[in-house]
């Protein structure tokens, strides 16, 4: 029944009007619906009434509840007033419960029977109710949360509810699966998926919820604050256990003949049986809730006028017909030959026709002869169809056993199958078929459905991209277009239908993202769509300006005749122009297609030669005009170079240039020295692998006095003063909080950062104007032969970083 009862209430709350409503007209829509009678669709109450339910005020019902729920259309509000006329009680009209019901479907909150909505109610008072304590009635106690009133209340009740409907008998919460989003838990999103809010909301309200106690972690020295526990639930589910384990050790005990049972008081009494102990004249006690007593060995003793030993099961080899009781002195003293019966009978005044077709009855008062077989005692009662004793393949006077179709749509037995919820993560696209999604019976028909959604829903991630929102929203208005499209005609078979029609894409153009004529990124008309009915249209109004101005007199007759076959000639042509023109398309797609096979030869052609080319430096065949060696080499004395530009710049005069050659020559003799004396194990030994940790050791050696540079001129003056004057800036006008000064500081950092990579850029554009004043104009070899010196060394990583250094001085 949990399952039963928490379809209805997604129904609810999935129903469209209730897509933009807040959570108190929601919860004031599940209110409504456990208080709801079996045979209509109208709830009268009080203001007060729903007030204590929803956790506000009677001003707050009567000015904000009901205008609002009125607004959402979800239910219809009339006010019931006496003769004097006053305001008695509020008249709602709950129209999904009364469409569902006029429908006759599938749908949730049609199979609801009155014992669904009796115990949808008593759960709903264990969690919502305010509590009452009438004169001369039983005393019905507060909800879980019946002190969370004022604002937010709505919302705190509905999650409760929820949460309560998703707790198993351990009181444990089924967790939403998925991947979680970053910086919140798996609780927080189900709270939030569960109420279809926002997580942020959602961490609100299960704050709330723990601090009143109505929700706990479930084991937090295992799982920690990931999974939630609802303790209510399982304190419920214990009590019922406990119960029924001590009325049956209770059970088990011998009776003591001399003991004497005391008489229950009137609290102890159930009063549906004290009513039945008051209508029955024996005082026959039955058990069980579905009218089956479980044994019949007590009933000839106090009636003597039913059947004796007709209702005991007999051997599988007995015959199908009983002959009687053995050793009757006359035959009207017992029942007359009948079919054997199941230990199981009905207590209606009828008999016992409406189990399978067992003629008969077993209730005291009827006579001593059964009641003949009536038409129509084949069918089950829905009340009936849970008993688990019922004998479905016992024959009935030598009949073919009956076989019941089997649980699905459509059949008999099927109204009275729990129904069949959508997916969690299909919850928005299936909302259309939600209804037809109950009448599936296999599970495996529903896995595999499901699994073709999430294949489609995932292929128009792709469109919009993978906007997981977006991609869901389109898919449910592509379900909903095209059942739309059927019209009167009913959906017979939901898989075939969403295989064939409801999931697939149909462009009706030559655009990939059309989807019946609206394109699927931006849910806008197709403009390729547009263009093509655009050209079709302005082809018809063409020819038929063309018949009606060189035949004007034409009769109406003789002119739908001449219209009818210049569009089809005009058709024809255009028809034939556009073969010519995709025909010469695909011929110059094929010569295009030929240019770029031959662009592609000439390439390889032209890297096969360069491969082949030897190194320039050591001369080593095949190596693509450079091995890998004298690469790694280059790039080292690239690095070096670097690295002594760097040390000059902050030591050298400008101005002296002979002074400045000497200081550059030392400190390149000494980085190479220091780079040369790097070691390379014996087992690792080779060239390259000199060269490579060569080349490694000389970026550390850039590195190293690139950081000493830019330390040395961030504390000069220039850039400390910098630091200072942004400091004082960031401080201005704000308080001297912790963190203002952090911020504080930090900018400080950057400028100073900034000042130093400045002033090394201008110490190395003059170190490198100075070089380049003391070398003869007439020395320098020619701009184009030194381009195609540059052009052919390779550009590394190092090469480029060396290349923005230079380019800021």
Not at 117 to 127: M, N
Not at 221 to 228: A, F, K, V
Not at 533 to 559: C, F, H, K, M, Q
Not at 609 to 628: I, K, N, T, Y
């Given at each position: ?278 209508d029955e004249d024996e005082g026959l006690v039955l058990e069980g809730d579905g009218w089956a007593q479980l044994s019949f060995d007590d009933v000839p003793g106090r009636a003597a006028d039913s059947a004796c030993g007709d209702q005991t099961r007999g051997s599988e080899s007995s015959s ?315 790039e080292t004395g690239a690095l070096v170079a670097k690295a002594v530009d760097i040390a000059v710049a902050l030591r050298a005069d400008v101005d002296d240039l002979h002074g400045l050659a000497t200081l550059t020559d030392q400190v390149l003799r000494e980085t190479w020295a220091f780079v ?134």
């Amino acid at each position: 029944m949990r399952s039963a009862l928490l379809a209805a209430v997604r129904t609810i709350l999935d129903d469209p009007r209730l897509a933009e409503a807040c959570d108190l007209v929601r919860l004031t829509s599940v209110v409504l619906l456990a208080k709801a009678p079996a045979a209509s669709a109208h709830v009268i109450t009080m203001a007060r009434d729903l007030g204590g339910w929803l956790g506000y005020g009677v001003s707050h019902v009567l000015h904000t509840v009901v205008p609002r729920v009125r607004a959402s259309g979800v239910a219809t509000t009339k006010r019931a007033r006496n003769a004097e006329g006053w305001t008695q009680a509020l008249d709602f009209e709950f129209l999904p419960l009364k469409e569902a019901r006029a429908a006759h479907g599938m749908d949730p909150l049609s199979l609801l029977t009155k014992r669904d909505l009796a115990t949808l109610l008593r759960f709903c008072e264990a969690v919502l109710c305010p509590g009452w304590a009438p004169r001369y009635k039983p005393e019905t106690p507060a909800g879980l949360l019946a002190a969370r009133q004022g604002r937010g209340a709505a919302t705190d009740r509905l999650a409760m509810l929820l949460l309560a409907l998703e707790a198993r008998e351990d009181g444990r919460v089924r967790m939403a699966p998925g991947r979680l989003p970053k910086g919140y838990s798996r609780a927080e999103v189900t709270v939030a998926r569960l109420l279809g809010c926002s997580i942020g909301v959602a961490v609100e309200v299960l704050k709330r919820l723990l601090a009143m106690g109505a929700v706990a972690w479930d084991r937090p020295e295992r799982h920690g604050q990931t999974r939630l526990l609802v303790p209510a639930i399982r304190a419920a589910y214990h009590r019922t256990r406990f119960a029924s384990s001590s009325a049956t050790d209770e059970s088990r005990k011998d009776p003591d003949p001399h003991e004497e049972t005391p008489p229950l008081s009137e609290s102890e009494r159930c009063t549906r049986c004290a009513a039945e102990a008051e209508d029955e004249d024996e005082g026959l006690v039955l058990e069980g809730d579905g009218w089956a007593q479980l044994s019949f060995d007590d009933v000839p003793g106090r009636a003597a006028d039913s059947a004796c030993g007709d209702q005991t099961r007999g051997s599988e080899s007995s015959s199908q017909v009983d002959p009687g009781v053995v050793g009757a002195s006359a035959p009207g003293q017992c029942a007359g030959p009948h079919a054997v019966h199941p230990p199981v009978v009905s207590l209606f005044r009828s008999g016992a026709a409406e189990l399978n077709g067992f003629s008969g009855s077993a209730v005291l008062g009827q006579g001593r002869l059964r009641e003949r077989a009536r038409s129509g005692e084949d069918q089950l009662e829905p009340t009936l169809l849970q008993d688990a004793s019922l004998d479905m393949h016992s024959p009935l006077r030598g009949e073919q056993p009956i076989k019941f179709p089997e649980v699905g749509v459509g059949t008999r037995t099927g109204l009275f199958t729990r129904p069949v919820a959508v997916p969690e993560d299909l919850n928005r696209v299936l909302a259309p078929v939600a209804r037809l999604w109950t009448g599936l019976s296999r599970e495996s028909t529903r896995r595999w459905l499901a699994k073709a959604v999430r294949l489609e829903l995932m292929r128009l991630r792709s469109f919009v991209g993978n906007q997981e929102e977006v991609a869901e929203h389109r898919l449910a208005e592509r379900i909903k277009r095209r059942l739309d499209r059927q019209g009167t005609s009913p959906v017979q078979d939901l898989a075939g239908w969403l295989i064939k029609r409801g999931l697939p894409q149909n462009s009706e153009c030559w655009s990939h993202m059309c989807d019946d004529g609206i394109r699927i990124d931006t849910a806008e008309p197709c403009e390729s769509c547009d263009c093509m009915i655009g050209d079709r249209r302005r082809l018809r109004t063409l020819v038929a300006d063309r018949v009606a101005a060189r035949n004007r007199n034409l009769p109406a007759g003789e002119w739908r005749t001449g219209y009818d076959a210049e569009l089809q000639a005009a058709f024809r042509c255009q028809a034939a122009a556009d073969l010519a023109r995709r025909e010469r398309t695909a011929k110059e797609r094929v010569g295009i297609l030929g240019a770029v096979e031959e662009q592609k030869a000439l390439i390889a052609s032209a890297n096969a030669e360069r491969a082949a080319m030897p190194c320039a430096d050591c001369g080593v065949p095949e190596a693509a005009g450079l091995c890998m060696t004298c690469t790694l080499r280059r790039e080292t004395g690239a690095l070096v170079a670097k690295a002594v530009d760097i040390a000059v710049a902050l030591r050298a005069d400008v101005d002296d240039l002979h002074g400045l050659a000497t200081l550059t020559d030392q400190v390149l003799r000494e980085t190479w020295a220091f780079v040369l004396k790097t070691d390379v194990p014996e087992e690792g030994g080779g060239a390259t692998a000199q060269a490579f940790a060569q080349r490694e050791l000389a970026k550390r050696v850039l590195e190293q006095r690139l950081q000493r540079a830019l330390d040395r001129l961030g504390e000069s003056e220039l850039a400390e003063a910098e630091a200072a004057h942004v400091k004082r800036m960031e401080l201005r006008g704000r308080f001297l909080a912790e963190k203002n000064i952090k911020r504080a500081a930090e900018a400080a950092d950057r400028a100073r950062n900034q000042v130093a990579e400045t002033l090394l850029g201008e110490f190395l554009g003059d170190l490198y104007r100075a070089r380049a004043a003391a070398v003869p104009h007439d020395a320098l070899p020619p701009w184009r032969e030194r381009c195609a010196e540059l052009s052919g060394r390779p550009l590394t990583e190092e090469t480029a970083m060396l290349g923005d250094l230079a380019a800021t001085s």
